[in-house]
């Protein structure tokens, strides 16, 4: 399996798992667990955010973020909205790549004004990272709010993308 390939499946498992968790914390009562729900779209913001700079990053383009997250909030559904859209965005772009670009070091400033330097590749797999490290979070949440999480597992998505998997195991 090449890079790319890789890259592809893991950034539509990250689209799958986003679109799982945003359905299940939905269910998160917004009146009698209104912090929770709050943090938990403030950890769901913040990854979009930093998912939309290095977007910005890889298709050499400015960005009008000064920060990781945003001071205001959008509401779940602005949120999810957007977060889908960028799902796409990633999706697209890597079936795009030519293999010699994952390979290619991009020169970027960080919002806090330091100067980064990594290859398109580096900076996908952050980017998958990432979002999977703050989703767990949110599920950890969702879990002391007594709402069970979606299986945010990479098997479980493959195998469900694809059932002839458990036919051939």
């Keep these: ?13 990250k689209a799958w798992a986003n679109d ?26 913040h990854i979009h955010v930093v998912d939309r ?14 920060a990781t997250n945003t001071p205001e909030t959008p509401t779940l559904a602005e949120l999810r909205d957007a977060v889908a ?10 079936e795009g790549l030519a293999p010699q670009q994952l ?7 960080f919002t806090d004004g330091a100067n980064g330097l990594m290859s398109r590749e580096e900076m996908l797999a952050h980017v998958a990272t990432h979002g999977g490290y ?5 599920g950890r949440i969702m879990a002391q709010a007594e709402l069970p999480p979606p299986r945010d597992i990479f098997t479980v ?13």
Aim: glycine share 4%; charged share 25%; net charge positive.
């Design 1 to 13: 399996m090449s890079s790319s390939t890789l890259l592809l499946s893991l950034f539509k498992y």
């Design 20 to 45: 799982e968790l945003f359905a299940e914390l939905d269910k998160l009562d917004p009146q009698a667990r209104q912090a929770e729900r709050h943090l938990a779209i403030r950890l769901l913001n």
């Design 53 to 66: 700079i290095f977007a910005a990053h890889l298709a050499g383009q400015p960005h009008a973020y000064t």
């Design 85 to 94: 859209q960028t799902d796409r965005w990633y999706v697209g772009y890597i």
């Design 103 to 109: 390979e290619e070091s991009l020169p970027f400033v």
């Design 134 to 138: 703050h989703r767990g979070a949110v």
């Design 157 to 169: 998505y493959l195998h469900r993308a694809e059932p002839a998997r458990r036919e051939r195991g």
